[in-house]
């Protein structure tokens, strides 16, 4: 088949859900344009994704379809294996080539190498698009040709390398061929029923490309000012809150990247991009670790004593440990679908040396609550809390959670709000309820064991606990 015969042109999206600034897009329009075709836009269901993430995406999905058909576009869904679907729809559909963006993740890395090998018989061309990330992992690499494997050198790498100035315009019209036939969306019931849980997502969240750009929009024109100390607040709305919109690509990394650059100079602003800049690392760090998700970075760590405790782990899960702000980060997670940044890290670090319970299942819970989940951002912050990831922190640095809470929560906005049970306490004992005598907790309506569980372990016995086992795996034992 040649391409003066294949006018058309499919276009494959996955994590990159939007129509402005989107490589893939923007190149098979331009394609079919040129050529007098059509586009036929397809998404494949990710079937590994948990069911916050399957919520945002089920949303996500109806947005993107109702703004291609403004423009008289329309989405194919399917399920099932890429390799099969992609190359029989290109056919049947007469195009004469493949645009997607160029993903990261070891699943897509491994389908495309198998559409790539099943579309060559059909002569027809895969190309990628760099769209999910800033830069490709092969271009950010040490003076010596490898990747790197430390932050700080990595992101000083990505400033002098630039972020790419271009912007895509989201195409005015995309002519979707006609007679394609997919999926229905409410077939794939990505939304919970029975029980619907989701009713916090809903208050929380506008999932889509205009939700995106609202919530750039909202923190640009302030917070990234301050983002610098803000950003450790978590009863502050100090962060962008974009975590979600980016991983499902409804906004594309670069316009972020370039928007945020043009706020000026201020503190706020540059911590910003070095933020983003971890997102990249991470993205770096899967494309050099493809079983990041399981296998800890650094091999001693797999010697790791790591306890079986799954009374423990339901608590954490659930939100009740006894320590205040540990609960309230695991609550917001469930009732939110998403966790503060800085809470992120005190729930992980109390789970992982605490409670010395393997990172796996702390990435694995995240990985089913946040909406953003990410494959590459998930399981770097998890390996990185505990001690076993690139550039991680000492895993003898131990968070301790009270001292946590009273310096970064010191009104305790957050914690109120998330562990209603406790919010008449004093700021005093609000992090540290078994602190306070009988009569401030009578007082504020709390009964230890009661209303408010006892801390799960006495914070001492937590850390001595840890810094033992850690000590067991450096010697081997
Ligand atoms: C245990 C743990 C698990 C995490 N899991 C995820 C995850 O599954 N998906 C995810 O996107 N982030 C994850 N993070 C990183 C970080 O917590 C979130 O990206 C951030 O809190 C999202 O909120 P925001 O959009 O307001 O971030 P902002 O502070 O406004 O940052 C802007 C953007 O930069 C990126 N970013 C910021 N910090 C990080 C970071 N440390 N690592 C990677 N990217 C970052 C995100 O895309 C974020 O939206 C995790 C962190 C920890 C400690």
């Known amino acids: 088949m040649s391409k003066a015969a294949s006018p058309h042109t499919l276009v494959w999206l996955r994590d990159d859900l939007r129509l402005a600034d ?5 190149a098979a329009v331009q394609t079919a344009l040129a050529q007098g075709g059509k586009i036929l836009a397809v998404y494949i269901l990710d079937e590994n994704l948990g069911n916050a993430a399957r919520w945002w995406l089920h949303h996500s999905l109806s947005r993107l379809a109702d703004d291609l058909a403004a423009r008289r576009g329309a989405l194919v869904l399917k399920r099932g294996d890429p390799a099969v679907i992609i190359p029989a729809l290109a056919h049947a559909a007469g195009a004469g080539a493949v645009h997607a963006a160029r993903s990261f ?10 559409v790539d090998a099943a579309l060559k018989p059909l002569n027809i061309a ?11 992992p092969e271009r950010i690499v040490t ?3 490898g990747p790197y494997g430390v932050y700080t050198p990595f992101s000083k790498a990505c400033f002098e390398a630039g972020v790419s100035t271009e912007h895509l315009p989201a195409p005015e019209h995309i002519p979707g061929l006609t007679g394609m036939t997919g999926e229905a969306l409410d077939d794939w019931h990505l939304l919970p029923t029975n029980p619907d849980w989701a009713g916090g997502l809903r208050a929380s969240w ?10 750039l929009a909202r923190f640009l024109a302030g917070p990234v000012q301050d983002y610098d100390e803000a950003r450790n607040l978590p009863g502050k709305p100090g962060t962008s809150r974009l975590s979600p919109h980016v991983r499902f690509g409804e906004i594309s990394p670069r316009a972020v990247f370039q928007r945020a650059s043009a706020c000026g ?23 050099q670790h493809p079983d990041l998700r399981r296998v800890p970075i650094r091999p001693e760590f797999n010697k790791f004593p790591w306890a079986e405790a799954p009374d423990a782990l339901r608590a954490w899960q659930r939100g009740q440990t006894g320590v205040p702000i540990v609960d309230a980060g695991m609550r ?33 819970w995240f990985w089913d609550t946040l909406c953003e989940a990410d494959e590459a951002a998930n399981a770097a912050s998890w390996q990185w809390v505990a001690g076993c990831g690139a550039d991680a922190a000492p895993y003898f640095r131990i968070f301790n959670p009270v001292l946590q809470g009273q310096k970064f929560d010191g009104d305790g906005t957050y914690v109120r709000e998330f562990v209603p049970e406790i919010a008449k306490l004093p700021d005093k004992y609000l992090h540290c309820p078994w602190e306070a005598d009988e009569k401030i907790l009578t007082n504020a309506g709390v009964r230890l064991g009661r209303t408010y569980p006892h801390p799960i372990i006495p914070l001492s016995e937590g850390r001595n606990n840890a810094l033992k086992a850690y000590e067991r795996m450096k010697l081997g034992r």
Request: positive net charge; proline residues 4%.
């Open 143 to 145: 003076k010596a040709g």
């Open 126 to 136: 895969f190309h990628r698009h760099l769209s999910v990330s800033l830069f490709a």
């Open 105 to 114: 993740t070891p699943g897509l890395r491994a389908a495309d190498r198998a």
């Open 22 to 26: 989107n490589p893939a897009l923007y």
């Open 265 to 287: 100079q201020s503190k706020g602003v540059q911590v910003f991009l070095k933020e983003l800049l971890w997102r990249e690392f991470s993205i770096n760090l899967l494309w």
């Open 206 to 215: 506008t999932p889509g490309e205009a939700g995106a750009e609202a919530a």
């Open 332 to 364: 917001e997670l469930w009732r939110t679908g998403w966790m503060h940044n800085r809470v992120r890290m005190i729930c992980a670090s109390f789970l992982v040396k605490h409670l010395l319970i393997p990172w796996q299942a702390g990435e694995a």
